[in-house]
């Protein structure tokens, strides 16, 4: 975790920077408040004293000039805290935006990166986000007031009595000091809470996703004690750090409680003695609780902040994982008359014990077709994720016309590419919705063509999909798939088609017309694939893994 105030959040969340400097301005006018309210309270009282009574008519008449004098004071300091909050919510929506929108783009640059399962990135763009509202509403003000409000109430201090200014002087390192000790447990405490939530998050959505597998097998209501003891744990670490957050707000307190106490003392003791006078002493004592109370309230609002900064800081993790595999890149070269050649590469994901791709070598000549084969399993789907680059290389080189893949622009790198995966991705709306993914410029006879020849002449363009793909087969999300690459190659202009077994599940009479589209594109293909048909048509098979009899054949 990040000190006080993070760079990074300087440095990508511009909305930051403006807001520094509004709660600057606002913490100043409000210091001056502050101070002109000690003043009109202290001449006040003192001067009721000295009268003995208050006469609103008689010569203590300018008393209600100093009510009405606070009460504008009042009215001031209740419209900069609105201000405050205002300019506060506003920047946190503006970074909480921004840093989304970064998050995405970086999971959008590597979306099969596993270091970072989708439900921790969903809770940290929803829920962990979120907790910076606290950072930004109430820790960053407060700690913008830290740096400049006690200096200066403590200078205005210094000139009316230099004996409560040593006092404030000594005694205010204290509360930063034993703050920082219990900031320290809290930033450690925040991190196992948000890993247990985390892990919580996760299980959770792996048990959704293989429920129905768990239900035919009759083991769904085996994971309800897995689920409980995860969720007691994450309860565990909550309440700890809640636990937390409350003695050592009680201790700040103690602090503040104590130093104020010497204070009042020191100066009760010189007014009896006459060292002092009434109104002096009125104003050093008014004022000294201020001194103190923006320190105080950092260490109070430190744990508003610590769940935003920790998901901060997760995703500022995210975004810098991404950013560092983009180092200066160039135009990729025309597929059309580029060569594509794997040299001894190979992929080993974290936390396995065997690579999943290894030592593969191929070079693709512009315009062959190439088909990879081998035992399921054997690293075929994870070779064509490293050529999209989707995945790095762990070691070896992908070359695209010499150029190395991982200097390229991935974004116009795939700009040349037409792709349907085993499980075809698809968005709610209808097929014709899903089909201009692959050209949105593309008319309904268009669209209408390129289905037909696709093997789908029976799917009608309105008809509706729901979130991934429901409502279709998987055959059928295939057809959709194989079209929405026909449109991207003949009208997007796109010179690679990619295609991982993209007739599985379909009939031999609708693989015909598969393979015909795929042979009438025109462009190269790399092939993933068990099925004779699509084998036929391949210039070159390359094996990856260890080879089966069956892919041989």
């Not at 202290?42 to 300018?62: E, N, R």
């Not at 200014?165 to 405490?189: E, S, W």
């Not at 694939?529 to 699509?534: D, F, G, I, N, T």
């Amino acid at each position: 975790m990040a000190g006080p105030l993070d760079p990074r959040l300087l440095k990508r969340a511009t909305a930051t920077r403006g807001f520094l400097v509004a709660v600057a301005a606002t913490g100043i006018v409000g210091a001056c408040c502050i101070i002109v309210q000690a003043w009109l309270i202290a001449q006040a009282v003192s001067g009721v004293f000295y009268a003995g009574s208050i006469d609103f008519d008689g010569p203590l008449a300018g008393f209600s000039s100093y009510l009405w004098a606070l009460a504008g004071v009042f009215c001031l300091r209740a419209g900069l805290s609105w201000l405050n909050s205002w300019l506060a919510h506003r920047a946190s929506a503006s970074v909480k935006s921004q840093l989304r929108t970064d998050l995405m783009a970086a999971r959008l640059a590597r979306p099969l990166d596993a270091s970072t399962p989708s439900s921790t990135l969903i809770h940290l763009a929803t829920q962990g986000l979120d907790a910076l509202d606290g950072y930004f509403s109430k820790y960053l003000p407060q700690l913008v007031m830290a740096a400049f409000i006690p200096l200066l109430i403590w200078v205005v201090i210094l000139r009316q009595d230099t004996e409560s200014a040593i006092i404030i002087a000594i005694t205010i390192p204290l509360i930063p000091f034993f703050m920082a000790l219990i900031g320290v447990t809290t930033r450690d405490q925040v991190n196992r809470r948000l890993k247990y939530q985390t892990r919580l998050a996760n299980h959770f959505a792996d048990l959704v996703t293989g429920l129905p597998t768990l239900q035919v097998f009759g083991r769904a209501r085996a994971q309800l004690r897995g689920l409980r003891e995860t969720e007691g744990r994450s309860r565990t670490e909550t309440m700890k750090t809640l636990r937390i957050a409350f003695l050592s707000g009680g201790v700040l307190e103690l602090l503040a409680t104590l130093s104020v106490a010497l204070v009042a003392v020191t100066v009760g003791f010189r007014v009896v003695a006459g060292e002092l006078d009434l109104t002096t002493a009125l104003f050093v004592l008014v004022l000294a609780p201020e001194a103190y109370l923006p320190v105080r309230m950092v260490g109070v609002h430190f744990h508003d902040s610590a769940d935003g900064t920790a998901a901060a800081d997760a995703v500022f993790k995210v975004i810098e994982s991404s950013l560092e595999a983009e180092a200066e890149v160039v135009v990729p070269p025309d597929l059309g008359s580029a060569e594509i050649c794997f040299d001894q590469v190979s992929v080993q994901y974290p936390g396995t014990d065997r690579p999943s791709l290894d030592n593969l070598s191929f070079t693709m000549r512009p315009g062959d077709v190439l088909a990879l084969i081998g035992r399921s399993g054997g690293g075929k789907s994870t070779a064509l994720s490293v050529l999209m680059g989707f995945v790095a290389p762990t070691s070896g080189t992908v070359r695209i016309g010499g150029l190395d893949l991982a200097r390229i622009d991935l974004d116009q790198w795939r700009r040349q590419i037409a792709w349907v995966g085993q499980n075809p991705g698809m968005l709610r709306g209808t097929i014709a919705s899903n089909l201009r993914l692959g050209y949105d410029q593309a008319s309904d006879d268009q669209l209408r063509e390129a289905l037909d020849r696709a093997g789908g002449s029976e799917l009608a363009l309105d008809r509706t999909i729901a979130d991934d793909g429901e409502g279709l087969s998987a055959g059928e999300r295939r057809r959709v798939a194989l079209a929405r690459a026909l449109l991207r190659i003949e009208l997007g202009g796109a010179k690679l088609l990619v295609l991982d077994e993209p007739t599985a599940g379909l009939d031999q009479a609708t693989e015909a017309q598969a393979v015909a589209a795929v042979r009438a594109a025109g462009v190269g293909a790399i092939v993933v694939s068990h099925r004779e048909a699509l084998l036929k048509l391949a210039d070159e098979m390359v094996a990856v893994g260890e080879v089966t009899h069956g892919a041989d054949a």
